[in-house]
């Protein structure tokens, strides 16, 4: 397969001729600063200027018309008013023009959608893609090519930058220029009318410069496509994404405990993480992750070692090492083999090793050289607390060495250096080598952690995704049903038949339409029982009062029903009231609540929590995307808080987990196989011991009626 074909965006990114329309002489316009970029930064194609006045601009001759132009066109960069963008863009498409940047704002981010759709639609009938528009450019090292309006020059390097924000996106580039942080591309996305993060990486993925990507993300448009380009890139290549905006989901998706929990941005930090991506709170995080990262060799394994002169900052380090999740080497006898020669008797050699604050350069030099060399310890945390006695003309010169052991040993090595003006000042200087020191513990065990999460992610094995054995033609008839009657949930007795549909345990039961059929019912089925309301209208059935539990008798029976029809009624006065549901009550277990909605962006999601009727004050759920292997699926359910619960506490028996992973599958299944459906949960989703099973005891399924407009 040639490169073009892997890559179908090469010719974005490196270009054989570039175009500017809207190029201006004045200094001041936005066309005269791409103009002079793309000249400046030493582009290696053609450069054409495009402009009603002709003449020169900056020595090269103006064409009027991009038609006019006898070359091929691979870049166009129009920069001239909103109103003129269309019939740019026209001319562009007559030229055939393969990819064309608008630098212009006034669309959709100002509710103009119609002349940006048009746009695209011109682009693609002529094989043109469209990035923006409402951007400022896009560097590429490989092409030297500068297409911005920036006015700080770019450095080539390692690191990409995929921005939706174009002010940000500027000042980011001032901000590697401060940082000395080389970059292989930066990529100002927009309204991502056309070209988005996910064509962009198919890109960056086998970029040979590229080893960091770093992106600013303010909305997911095809989330479905992103996942699928996140998970390919993040087994190649660090991926860090900074995120901001936070939506609310429609009234439908918060009919549900599901929906409620399930904020969109709890389901992008949900995702990023199932995806391997790094997410960082703070652009300052995420540049230092960028930066250490695009420096530092990856960690061979897991066991770390922190080397200090001071105890307090040693147990701070320690404490991030916890939180950022880098696990400390403790073999003593290693420890001590190891770093003894240089340690005092009132030091020590555990780890965190204390070389006390007596050390000098030399005895930092030969403490920090003893990890790189050592094959028992992967990765190193140097730490520094100035003092008196040490010979502080020699610090900066300490640390380079030893950071180049460190790489020429291919082990990471963070740097946090506490003190005065002198340490300030090394450390400035070596921050602009590109060696990583910090002033602070925290960011420099953090660049670590980030450096483990990527090698962790990087370990685990590829698996197949699960699919369940389901009856999808039963389900999809079951829908069809309930739209047919026009409603847009199911009632108790259908959301059971989906559940027998796909493998998922449910009590025996059986729906009474008047308080007789309850008794006749109840006597046939066996006591104790449960009894629920049936309606279309009434989702959260404890909040009702319509639910009964321990009916032993039919005098239970006779009294819940007058209750819960009471209960309702005042509740609901419109309600439409279809009976009562009749099941057996069921054995008491762990109660899980699972469920999976549609998201907007991401599509299928599945979540899983602590059920029951505190899982709105609980909170403790976990979400995936979906489809899922069983490992996935494991993972999402060992990391809530009340895990332990299904292990067994106080001689309690491990509970059938695997069966909990089976049902959250088997929910993800639906929704794939349903595309009505948008919104389903099982809760409670009583959990009994292994081997014992389980059982959905209430069930809550939402669909999408096309006869309504419900988005």
Known sequence: MSREKSNPLKSLFEPGNFAVIGASRDEKKIGHAIVRNLLKGGFKGGIYPVSPKSGEILGMKVYADIREIEDEIDMVSICVPSGLCLEAVRQCSEKRVRNIQIITSGFSEVGNNRDEEEMVAIAKSAGSRILGPNIFGMYCGASSMNSTFSATGINPGSVAILTQSGALGIAMIGKTAVENMGLSAIVSLGNKSDIDEADLLEYLIDDASTRVIMMYIEGVKKGERLIRMLKRTTKEKPVIVIKSGKSKRGAMAAASHTGSLAGSDRIFDSIMKQMGVLRADTLEAAFDWAKFLSICPEPGGDNSVIVTNGGGIGVLATDACEKFGIDLYDNQDVLKSVFGPVTPSFGSTKNPVDITGGAMAGDYRTALSAPALSGEMNSTI????????????????????????????????????????????????????????????????????????????????????????????????????????????????????????????????????????????????????????????????????????????????????????????????????????????????????????????????VMCGLGGIYVEVMKDVSFRSFPLSVNETMGMVRELRSFPLLLGVRGEQRKDIEGVVDAIIKLGAILKSCDRITDMEINPLAVYEQNSGLKALDVRILVKNPKEDRT
Not at 519 to 541: C, F, N, T
């Open 382 to 605: 140097a730490l520094y607390c100035e003092t008196a006695t040490f010979d502080s003309e020699n610090l900066a010169p300490m640390i380079r060495e030893t950071f180049e052991r460190h790489l020429a040993a291919n082990k990471p090595i963070a740097y946090a250096a506490v003190g005065g003006e002198s340490v300030e000042k090394a450390m400035a200087l070596l921050r602009r080598e590109n060696v990583p020191v910090f002033s602070d513990v925290e960011p420099a065990v953090s660049c670590l952690g980030a450096a483990y999460r990527f090698y962790r992610y990087r370990k685990e094995p590829i698996e197949p995704y699960c699919k369940p054995d389901i009856n999808a033609g039963r389900i999809n008839e079951i829908v069809d049903s309930v739209i047919a009657d026009g409603r847009n949930s199911l009632l108790a007795a259908e959301g059971r038949e989906v559940m027998i549909a796909a493998g998922i345990n449910v009590p025996k039961s059986g729906i009474a339409k008047n308080i007789g059929d309850a008794v006749d019912l109840a006597e046939s089925m066996g006591y104790p029982l449960v009894m629920k309301i049936v309606s279309r209208d009434i989702l959260h059935k404890s909040d009702a009062g319509g639910i009964a539990l321990d009916l032993e008798n039919r005098d239970d029976v006779m009294h819940a029903y007058e209750a819960i029809i009471h209960n309702c009624r005042s509740y609901r006065p419109d309600a439409s009231i279809e009976g009562v549901e009749l099941a057996e009550m069921a054995q008491k277990g762990v109660e899980i609540v699972v469920g999976a909605i549609r998201d907007a962006s991401f599509g299928p999601v």
